[in-house]
C-alpha cells in the first residue's frame, strides 16, 4: 500500500470548515483514498473513501487532486467533537480481508 | 447492543497471570481483526480471522493466542505477557467482499500490565 504523509497537528476555529490534507505521491490506479479518525481513547471510525470522483457523506467531503496524487478531508462545520486524529490510509479495495495500514495521522483541535 | 463490543474496557494483570480479552460484534460481519495501540504509536494490526480463519498472524509473539469460535466472537488469551505490552487493544470487523472496505472498531480494552 502507498505511503501517506500528513501535517502532526492542526487547529480550527469552531464553526469554521477544516481541511485536512494528505499526500500520497506514489498512490497507484488500484487504491482508494480512506479516511478514519480516532477521538481519545476511542476506537478509529469510517469517515469516507474515494478511488478519483470528490465523495461526500453526511460527514464530510472528500477532494482527490486530478493526478490522484494528494486529497484533502473537509469538515464543513467544525465542531468541539470533531477534535479527534484523523488518519488518511490508501489501499487497494480487494475484496478481501480490510487490513488497514495506519499511520500517526493528523491531530485536528477545534478551538472553541 | 449495537456495532463492536469489547470487554473488560480495562484491565490490570501481573506479568504471571492469565487473562482474555472478548469481542462480540452484532453486524453480520464475516471478517474480525484485532489491533494493538501503545501510546504514541500508531495502530499495529495483529490478528486477521475471516470466515473464522486465521489468515493473518503479524508477528505476534506467542504470549497472546488468538480465538475465533464464530464469524461472531472473538478473543485474545494473554498470559505471562511484559509491562511492554500495556495498551489499548482494539477489534474490529469487516464485511468481506463488500468494495466499502469499511472496518468498524470497539471502544477498545486498555491493558496494564504490572
Known amino acids: 500500500d502507498a505511503k501517506t504523509t500528513q501535517p502532526p497537528s492542526m487547529d480550527c476555529a469552531e464553526g469554521r470548515a477544516a481541511n485536512l490534507p494528505c499526500n500520497h505521491s506514489t498512490i497507484s490506479g488500484n487504491e482508494y483514498v480512506y479516511w478514519y479518525r480516532q477521538i481519545h481513547s476511542q476506537g478509529p471510525q469510517y469517515i469516507i473513501h474515494?478511488?478519483?470522483n470528490n465523495e461526500t457523506n453526511e460527514m464530510a467531503s472528500l477532494i482527490i487532486t486530478e493526478d490522484r496524487k494528494s486529497s484533502t478531508l473537509i469538515l464543513p462545520h467544525a465542531t468541539l467533537r470533531d477534535t479527534a486524529v484523523y488518519y488518511c490510509?490508501?489501499?487497494?479495495?480487494?475484496?478481501?480481508?480490510?487490513?488497514?495500514?495506519f499511520g500517526t495521522g493528523t491531530r485536528l483541535t477545534i478551538i472553541p | 447492543e449495537t456495532g463492536v463490543t469489547q470487554t473488560p474496557r480495562h484491565l490490570v494483570m501481573g506479568m504471571t497471570n492469565k487473562k482474555s480479552l472478548k469481542c462480540e460484534q452484532h453486524l453480520g460481519h464475516n471478517a474480525m481483526y484485532w489491533y494493538k495501540q501503545s501510546a504514541k504509536k500508531p495502530l499495529e494490526l495483529m490478528f486477521v480471522y475471516n470466515f473464522k480463519e486465521q489468515t493473518e498472524n503479524n508477528s505476534v509473539p506467542s504470549r497472546f493466542s488468538p480465538e475465533c469460535p464464530n464469524s461472531s466472537h472473538l478473543f485474545l488469551h494473554l498470559h505471562t505477557l511484559q509491562p511492554e505490552d500495556s495498551a489499548l487493544y482494539l477489534c474490529a470487523s469487516s464485511q468481506v467482499g463488500n468494495s466499502g472496505g469499511e472496518l468498524f472498531f470497539g471502544e477498545g480494552s486498555r491493558l496494564t500490565v504490572l
Open positions: 490510509i490508501v489501499r487497494v479495495a480487494a475484496f478481501g480481508n480490510e487490513k488497514l495500514t
Open positions: 474515494g478511488l478519483k
